[in-house]
């Protein structure tokens, strides 16, 4: 159930209408939203658009010229 929740909030972040807001602002809100459902070791990564990546995209911002990228785990935090 919390998997369910914690993946609807993420992919709601990742709705056009918050690829205006400032990189920062987002992060900070998903992980408001990431650590209120239990989660306490992740990483969240400001990457540019065209970065290849294997890490599930979370967000866009500034314009949709960069993407929020999501990593759960304690590899993630040892970054």
Excluded: N
Excluded at 17 to 23: G, L, P, R, Y
Excluded at 41 to 48: C, G, H, K
């Amino acid at each position: 159930m919390k998997a369910t929740v914690l993946f609807a909030a993420l992919t709601l972040a990742a709705c056009p209408a918050f690829a205006k807001k400032s990189c920062e602002e987002l992060k900070t809100e998903l992980e408001a939203k990431i650590t209120s459902h239990g989660v306490k070791t992740f990483t969240l990564t400001i990457v540019p658009k065209d970065e290849k990546t294997d890490l599930r995209v979370v967000g866009t911002c500034e314009g949709g010229a960069k993407k929020i990228t999501y990593q759960r785990g304690a590899a993630a935090a040892a970054k």
